[in-house]
């Protein structure tokens, strides 16, 4: 790389490092990032790697860990709060993710006085508690592996500027339809930025290649001067519903939990052209020691895919009055377990929230968890049901 163009990089890339540390407490999208850098998201997620030797996710994740590690010596701030400026959802991960990093807990590291010291960081880029952050030491460069995917993409309309020379030089591309772009209020999240590269390096000669780089826009956008419009037509989509098919059908199991033991029957069926799945449940607990009076428990769901945040939503309403709106947790779900944690609750006291997760065990079984938790306290197990499909 030209050391002019090295030198432009590591400007960008220190205007990036700098709006992190100032938004330590918004989400941080990639897409932002991306644009404040002047790259498309698939460039700046390899361009951050290289200089600053971790993922734009690792890097968030450590300096909030920084943060509160200075929030706990030098403030009085209750540790729960501390632990949610930094993006936990509860104590107990926020503990173990901080003694991974300090070798002690929370508690036990306010307790202790001295200065904080801070474990090593690639590019020597710590949380700057005052002032601004000035520099960063580049990673020694060294070759890095590209993730290859395939994806089905809908139809988009997009702007964009074309390149036609050598791939390392495309940067002068985005600079051109990134400053476009911002003088019309188009990099405002969620904006979807990425390059299109139409010929093979090791056919075509260098000062031959071509590559657009591109931003999704509105049809009302039109062609002007280097900026070009078009749209490119979508391929065949993957189902976002795959993950909870498994569920469509009749349900029955046993109960047990703090309402004591008793029987559950459950219907999912897809509802409203196939864009919700809805679930219904009824739960039997006769009178028992820890429940003279017994309960009959009725509540219905609606899941439904928000497309804008890739994710899936459950709105669960209770016979009692309760509205539940959870948001599935990706990081903690994969192909066999299912966890939805609460956004917000209608009609219960602030501070509380729920979490409801699935496990599955077969193809004709899976156990339900759901736990609550009081403001300020962590999950503790509401009740379980051990679910078998009805033949």
Known sequence: MKEETSEDYRARMLRVLVHI??????PLPLE??????????????????????ESVKEHVRRLRLERAAHRLRHTGQQITEIALDAGYQ????????????????????????????YGPAPSGVHFVAVGVLESFHPVPGKAMPLEVR?????????AYVRHTGPYEETEVAYERLMT?????????????????????PTVTEP??????????????????????????????QPDAWEPLKYFVGSWEG??????????????????????YLQAKNKSTYPPQEKNPKGEVHEDWGLFSYDRGRKQFILRQFHVEGFVNQYALDRAASNDKALVFVTESIENIPAGWRARESYRILNNDEFVETFELAGPGKEFEV??????KRKK
Not at 98 to 117: Q, T
């Open 150 to 158: 395939i994806e089905h993409l809908t139809e988009m309309r997009i």
């Open 90 to 117: 509860s104590l107990e991960s926020f503990t173990r993710a901080f003694s991974r990093m300090f070798s002690l807990p929370p508690s036990e590291f306010r307790a202790r006085h001295g200065v904080v010291a």
């Open 21 to 26: 540390q100032q938004n330590l407490d918004g």
């Open 254 to 275: 046993v109960a047990k939990g703090q309402p004591g033991n008793g029987k559950v029957g459950r219907e999912y069926q897809f509802v409203l052209n196939g864009k």
């Open 382 to 387: 509401y009740s379980e049901n051990r679910f």
């Open 32 to 53: 932002e990032l991306a644009s404040i850098a002047l790259f498309s998201p698939f460039h700046f997620r390899r361009i951050f790697r290289g200089l600053i030797g």
């Open 207 to 236: 000062e031959n290649l071509r590559y657009d780089a591109a931003l999704v826009i509105s049809e009302d956008q039109k062609a002007e001067g280097e900026i070009g419009v078009r749209t490119i037509h979508g391929g065949q």
């Open 180 to 200: 476009w772009a911002g003088i019309r209020g188009l990099l405002k999240p969620p904006v979807v930025i990425f390059g299109i590269a139409y010929d093979d």
